[in-house]
């Protein structure tokens, strides 16, 4: 099956500053990548996605990138704020939407300080 | 749309006592799935169901657990006897046929003593 890996387990930034989250996957037949952030007390809502037809997705400060290739995809939020700090997951998909079954990375607490 | 409604939000119990976890998917949602997280395991995939039907309960850890789905608005996830190392966050997730995106109730936080 699926196996994703997450890096960092913790990230602590300085309010302004980027922040890079990193994961691999194995399944080379997995087609698409959701980034989730979970706040505490709370459920993991989804912030972006990519598929792998897309080498990059933006969305305000927050981007995706996909390597193919590499089997890797990685989470860049720019002038990072007290609000994002979260735990932040990564998953992959394989298939159509007729498979179900997500598999999430471990998961990334970032911190940022004001 | 409300989303996802689970309840309880907290339950805690005794080792041995049944536990029961109820979700309402997102109206028109066919797709329904139990996860568990733990410190340890991460977010773990336990069961879905497409249009009320199990499709992999791979990711359930034993006989005592069980989960169904009556209709297409209501999936209970039921863990008879409990013991404490059934103690984690169980979320209750759906998504339409079509999409990929999963939207995640809120959580129920148990706590077996």
């Known amino acids: 099956g699926e196996n994703v890996e997450q890096h960092p387990s913790t990230l602590s930034v300085q309010e302004g500053d980027s922040a890079v989250i990193k994961c691999t996957y194995s399944?080379?037949?997995?087609?698409?990548f959701p980034w989730y952030k979970q706040e505490l007390g709370k459920g993991p809502q989804l912030i972006i996605d990519?598929?792998?037809?897309?080498g990059e997705k933006k969305d305000q400060r927050i981007a995706v990138t996909l390597n193919k290739t590499a089997k890797h995809f990685s989470l860049h939020i720019t002038e990072t704020q007290p609000e994002d700090s979260a735990v932040y997951f990564c998953?992959?998909?394989?298939?159509?939407?007729?498979?179900?079954?997500?598999?999430f990375g471990q998961g990334t607490i970032l911190t940022v300080h004001p | 749309d409300a989303g996802v409604i689970q309840s309880p939000r907290h339950e805690v119990t005794e080792m041995g006592q049944e536990v029961t976890l109820r979700c309402k998917p997102i109206?028109?949602?066919?797709?329904l799935f139990w996860y568990r997280q733990t410190m340890m395991r991460g977010l773990e995939l336990l069961i879905y169901?497409?249009?009320?039907?199990?499709?992999?309960d791979s990711g359930m850890p034993e006989d005592r657990f069980s989960a169904k789905m009556p209709n297409a608005s209501f999936s209970t996830l039921k863990i008879q006897p409990s013991e404490p190392r059934d103690s984690a966050v169980y979320f209750c997730?759906?998504?339409?046929?079509?999409?990929?995106?999963?939207?995640f109730g809120p959580g129920t936080r148990l706590l077996v003593l």
């Open positions: 997730a759906s998504r339409i046929q079509g999409s990929e995106t999963q939207y």
């Open positions: 399944d080379s037949a997995s087609n698409y």
């Open positions: 990519i598929r792998s037809n897309v």
């Open positions: 998953a992959a998909i394989r298939g159509g939407t007729s498979y179900g079954k997500l598999t």
């Open positions: 109206s028109g949602h066919d797709y």
């Open positions: 169901f497409n249009n009320n039907v199990p499709i992999d």
